[in-house]
């Protein structure tokens, strides 16, 4: 079966466009700084983002812990979301193999850390603390429901964080999706950090791949970890091509997969035991909750979801991710929508309700 996959934007695989583009890439080895592709492909990533350079490492999670290692030294502090995907999701790396420590700060519902916790979060000097160096921020904010962090926002936190010789970096796995939202460009939204994260392999539909953007300096040092790393690949110019198409021909597009997004909530809206989340979807995430305490749980509607051919993302026992990307097509909507409804229509019945 053929499954329709909402599960994540990370199930999209490379468009024709792009298996033709990996099938003629010119090569070499990028280790040596050799392969032309991957040069151009960094070269294209740092203009849209305003930086001075940029480098292509395998996944978002070695993006971010690179950039963190080149920021940081052992022994320094952090300062992430509470619902951060470099703090839940990417294993304790930046601690397991930077010796980083982290500050946890609550993420606000539309995903900012407010900036009176920043605030009394800096360390003073004191040889009891660690210092603190960094401050990471997520946009969009994956956990928070897709949400869209403004720049004036991101503006405030980082001359905050200049003013107390603090670094900043952004982590835009989705970077496009929140620049698409706003009708801005990603520039804009990459402006006020130090570095930039961001993916080709989510709604982008390349297969793999990464970009770390700032300075020249800093890139050069992020070179260094990435090797470190066991990051550094040889003839990736296949990779990066896909990359190139994803940057060239796939941004403006985002816009259909937060239309059909707004629709497919519509279609969901009122049916039984479901309610969409508040202001969801913000990008190409709806979040979806059923009755906290109701026997009907996510896990029981996927997997009578997913017999219909179905799939979409439990996160928690109550709360749904539903995520829309290239290879979710009108009828897709549709079909997805039905199913919804007669699941829970079947289930509420079983349940007696
Ligand atoms: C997916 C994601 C990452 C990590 O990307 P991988 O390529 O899966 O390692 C980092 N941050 C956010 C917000 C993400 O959604």
Same mark, same amino acid.
């Given at each position: 079966?053929?499954?329709?996959?909402?599960? *994540?934007?990370?199930?999209?695989?490379?468009?024709?466009?792009?298996?033709?583009?990996?099938?003629? $890439?010119?090569?070499?080895?990028?280790?040596?700084?050799?392969?032309?592709?991957?040069?151009?492909?960094?070269?294209? =990533?740092? #203009?849209?983002?305003?930086?001075?350079?940029? %480098? /292509?490492?395998?996944?978002?999670?070695?993006?971010?812990?690179?950039?963190? %290692?080149?920021?940081?030294?052992?022994?320094?502090?952090?300062?992430?979301?509470?619902?951060?995907?470099?703090?839940?999701?990417?294993?304790?790396? &930046? *601690?397991?193999?930077?010796?980083?420590?982290?500050?946890?700060?609550?993420?606000?519902?539309?995903?900012?850390?407010?900036?009176?916790?920043?605030?009394?979060? &800096?360390?003073?000097?004191?040889?009891?603390?660690?210092?603190?160096?960094?401050?990471?921020?997520?946009?969009?904010?994956?956990?928070?429901?897709?949400?869209?962090?403004?720049? $004036?926002?991101?503006?405030?936190?980082?001359?905050?964080?200049?003013?107390?010789? !603090?670094?900043?970096?952004?982590?835009?796995?989705?970077? /496009?999706?929140?620049?698409?939202?706003?009708?801005?460009?990603?520039? #804009?939204? $990459?402006?006020?950090?130090? *570095?930039?994260?961001?993916?080709?392999? @989510?709604?982008?539909?390349?297969?793999?791949?990464?970009?770390?953007?700032?300075?020249?300096?800093?890139? #050069?040092?992020?070179?260094?970890?990435?090797?470190?790393?066991?990051?550094?690949?040889?003839?990736?110019?296949? %990779?990066?091509?896909?990359? !190139?198409?994803?940057?060239?021909?796939?941004?403006?597009?985002?816009?259909?997969?937060?239309?059909?997004?707004?629709?497919?909530? +519509?279609?969901?809206?009122? $049916?039984?035991?479901?309610? &969409?989340?508040?202001?969801?979807?913000?990008?190409?995430?709806? /979040?979806? +909750? %059923?009755?906290?305490? *109701?026997?009907?749980?996510?896990?029981?509607?996927?997997?009578?979801?997913?017999?219909?051919?179905?799939?979409?993302?439990?996160?928690?026992?109550?709360?749904?991710?539903?995520?829309?990307?290239?290879?979710?097509?009108?009828?897709?909507?549709? &079909?997805? =929508?039905?199913?919804?409804?007669?699941?829970?229509?079947?289930? @509420?019945?079983?349940?007696?309700?």
């Amino acid at each position: 079966m053929k499954f329709i996959d909402l599960r *994540s934007d990370t199930v999209t695989e490379p468009t024709p466009a792009m298996r033709e583009a990996m099938a003629k $890439a010119e090569v070499g080895d990028d280790v040596y700084g050799e392969d032309p592709t991957v040069n151009r492909l960094q070269e294209l =990533a740092a #203009e849209m983002m305003g930086k001075e350079a940029a %480098l /292509f490492v395998p996944s978002g999670t070695m993006g971010n812990l690179a950039s963190i %290692l080149a920021h940081c030294q052992r022994g320094d502090e952090v300062i992430v979301g509470d619902k951060a995907h470099t703090f839940l999701y990417e294993a304790g790396g &930046i *601690s397991a193999l930077g010796g980083i420590h982290s500050c946890q700060l609550p993420n606000q519902p539309d995903g900012t850390i407010a900036l009176e916790h920043l605030q009394a979060a &800096i360390r003073p000097k004191d040889i009891h603390q660690p210092p603190t160096r960094l401050i990471a921020l997520e946009n969009t904010h994956n956990r928070c429901g897709g949400v869209v962090l403004s720049p $004036a926002y991101c503006h405030k936190v980082s001359e905050f964080a200049r003013e107390r010789g !603090i670094l900043t970096h952004l982590d835009g796995a989705r970077i /496009f999706n929140a620049a698409i939202a706003l009708g801005i460009s990603a520039k #804009e939204l $990459a402006d006020p950090f130090d *570095s930039v994260t961001f993916c080709l392999s @989510k709604a982008l539909c390349a297969p793999v791949g990464s970009l770390i953007c700032g300075s020249r300096d800093f890139i #050069e040092r992020v070179r260094r970890v990435r090797k470190q790393l066991g990051g550094g690949m040889r003839q990736v110019g296949v %990779l990066a091509a896909a990359g !190139i198409v994803a940057l060239e021909t796939m941004i403006d597009r985002l816009a259909e997969d937060h239309a059909r997004a707004k629709r497919l909530a +519509q279609k969901l809206e009122g $049916a039984p035991g479901l309610k &969409i989340e508040s202001g969801s979807p913000a990008t190409n995430m709806i /979040f979806a +909750q %059923l009755e906290s305490g *109701s026997p009907i749980t996510t896990k029981k509607v996927c997997d009578a979801l997913k017999e219909r051919g179905v799939l979409v993302g439990a996160i928690e026992p109550h709360r749904f991710r539903i995520v829309v990307h290239y290879w979710i097509d009108d009828a897709a909507v549709e &079909i997805t =929508a039905q199913a919804f409804w007669e699941v829970l229509k079947t289930l @509420k019945t079983d349940h007696g309700a």
